[in-house]
């Protein structure tokens, strides 16, 4: 059992280890251990399909740094790693604050492996297994982006698509949008949350800005 445990700060290094971490667990929730560290806040947990032990979450990283720093992620996560917070982001990029400090540390800090719009709060995260969707959208990735609060234009308000080829991703895709008109008005249209696929195949998207679940699904030709 894996259970992802978000820091209670944006960059405080004297939080309890168990923080800003990936714990793992047996299923009677004995046995526990950090699994991964130095991950501000992971939201998504989802197993990448094809493979029976790869953990991949998606991450909100710290605020404060402007509008394009640091990028938020989404990451499959090694037994051990250390992604870097609160010292350094993006691998072993120092944060403002610890220039200098704990350098054994950060050079062990892992980059993330798909990097997403400073500010986007990426929360839900889900592999696309089912059929409905044509054959390109097959064991990809689906990034609910619940958007920026504190940046001066808007960031995130979307769901996005990360395509896999042979298990590892390409770029990041616009998939779901709509949701801002202007950054001003961020807050009336959505905030898409979580993402997960339904029985029917068609993707399902939690929207805590407009209180609704909103249903996508492929109607082009067959056999795509």
């Known amino acids: 059992m894996y259970v992802s445990v978000g820091s209670s700060s944006n960059n405080d290094a004297g939080e309890d280890c168990r923080r800003a971490a990936i714990l793992e667990f047996n299923p009677d929730g004995t046995g526990g251990r950090i699994f991964a560290s130095g991950i501000r806040n992971p939201e998504g947990l989802a197993w990448q399909p094809g493979v029976t032990d790869v953990l991949w979450t998606s991450v909100n990283e710290r605020d404060g740094y402007g509008d394009n720093l640091p990028p938020d992620y989404i990451t499959s996560v090694k037994d ?50 089912a059929t409905q969707f044509p054959q390109r959208f097959r064991n990809g990735a689906f990034v609910g982006l619940h958007g920026s609060w504190n940046s001066s234009v808007a ?34 249209w959505g905030r898409p949350v979580g993402v997960t696929v339904a029985r029917d195949g068609s993707l399902l998207v939690a929207d805590d800005g407009s209180n609704k679940i909103w249903q996508v699904k492929y109607s082009g030709p067959a056999g795509r």
């Open 80 to 129: 051990g790693g250390f992604y870097g917070w609160p010292y350094s982001y993006t691998g072993q990029n120092y944060d403002p604050r610890y220039v200098g400090g704990m350098p054994d540390l950060v050079k062990k800090a892992l980059a993330p492996d798909v990097l997403i719009e400073a500010h986007s709060a990426a929360v839900g995260l889900t592999f696309y297994t």
């Open 155 to 188: 960031h995130g308000y979307k769901v996005i698509f990360v395509p896999f080829t042979n298990g590892k991703p390409g770029p990041t895709e616009d998939f779901l949008t709509g949701f801002v008109i202007d950054s001003a008005a961020v807050s009336k």
